[in-house]
């Protein structure tokens, strides 16, 4: 396996992928749909979004298996099929990136809370495991568990990876501004109280993901930054805030938009930068150009 951290301590500032969910929809992926069923059935499908984040420039790209979690297939009755789901995922990514890219097998939340009870440790954790298992032997580079919200399913997580895999973990949170001018999640975690708890699970790289444009995750890096200085940071930005128009979702910064304001987010101390929500091919293709002027 490659090392993402052994690039990163070069200096060298890593392009990532955009966003997998609105290129699934646009190839007609239907509300209620598995995404992760798609690896099976429309393996074609997966395999140009995978393939086009490559060849717009990105370094990186991650793989269709964010809701691959058994409590999150249990919902389409897939539960029995989280380890193949997950290593159809992994392969997919890994012929579209080749050996001269690294893969990043996602891991999102599970949407059950420990705190009511929804779900045990035990649980949770044996899912965790199942799922980074497949991934690792589907030949990912390493494994990012993203958009998480409360601590203790991300430290849970983090130990099940580090269990199953000998791989490096990236884990990020997602923070929404607060009324008081301040970032926390869902569950009231803070960037800084984040950088900390993952770091002492044993993230190896940090970040955020989801929720915000460039212009907050500047923001939010400054903020982890003032408690760990050296950790390398992902950031995965929504094409700006969104909006609903006429029934849609709409994210209104242009490739051009975020292409403008990487410079800052690199200066801030970002080390690894792409795309979620809103985000394309085209707008990874405009951030890779300027990030490689900034090498």
């Known amino acids: 396996m490659k090392s993402i951290l052994a690039v990163l301590k070069s200096g060298k500032t890593l392009v990532s992928d955009g966003a997998w969910g609105t290129l699934l929809h646009q190839r007609g992926l239907q509300p209620g749909?598995?995404?992760?069923?798609?690896?099976?059935?429309h393996r074609d499908d997966v395999f140009t979004i995978a393939k086009s984040y490559i060849d717009a420039g990105a370094d990186i790209i991650?793989?269709?298996?964010?809701?691959?979690?058994?409590?999150?297939?249990?919902h389409y009755g897939l539960q029995e099929r989280t380890a193949e789901l997950n290593e159809a995922a992994a392969i997919i990514s890994r012929e579209a990136a080749g050996q001269n890219h690294f893969v990043l097998g996602s891991i999102g939340p599970t949407g059950k809370m420990l705190l009511m009870d929804e779900i045990s440790t035990q649980e949770l954790k044996d899912g965790f495991f199942i799922q980074a298992e497949?991934?690792?032997n589907g030949g990912v580079d390493a494994?990012?568990?993203?958009?998480m919200s409360a601590i203790d399913e991300a430290?849970?997580?983090i130990h099940a990876v580090k269990e199953a895999t000998n791989l490096e973990v990236?884990?990020?949170?997602?923070?929404d501004?607060?009324?008081?001018?301040?970032?926390?999640?869902m569950m009231g975690v803070s960037p800084e109280d984040m950088v900390l708890a993952v770091k002492e699970a044993g993230a190896d790289i940090i970040g955020t993901n989801c929720g915000n444009?460039?212009?907050?995750?500047?923001?939010?890096v400054s903020l982890m930054r003032g408690v760990d200085s050296s950790t390398p940071i992902l950031v995965h930005a929504n094409a700006g805030k969104p909006f609903f128009k006429d029934g849609d979702t709409v994210f209104p910064e242009t490739p051009e938009m975020m292409a403008a304001k990487v410079h800052d987010l690199i200066d801030c101390g970002a080390n690894i930068i792409g795309g979620c929500c809103g985000t394309t091919p085209a707008h990874i293709k405009l951030l890779a150009k300027e990030i490689k002027k900034h090498r």
């Open 170 to 175: 990236v884990c990020t949170f997602t923070f």
């Open 177 to 185: 501004k607060t009324a008081s001018d301040d970032f926390r999640t």
């Open 143 to 147: 494994v990012c568990i993203e958009t």
């Open 33 to 41: 749909e598995c995404p992760e069923l798609w690896n099976i059935t």
């Open 134 to 136: 497949a991934l690792k």
């Open 213 to 220: 444009g460039f212009e907050q995750m500047i923001e939010i």
């Open 155 to 157: 430290c849970i997580a």
């Open 62 to 74: 991650l793989t269709n298996s964010f809701g691959g979690s058994p409590s999150k297939l249990s």
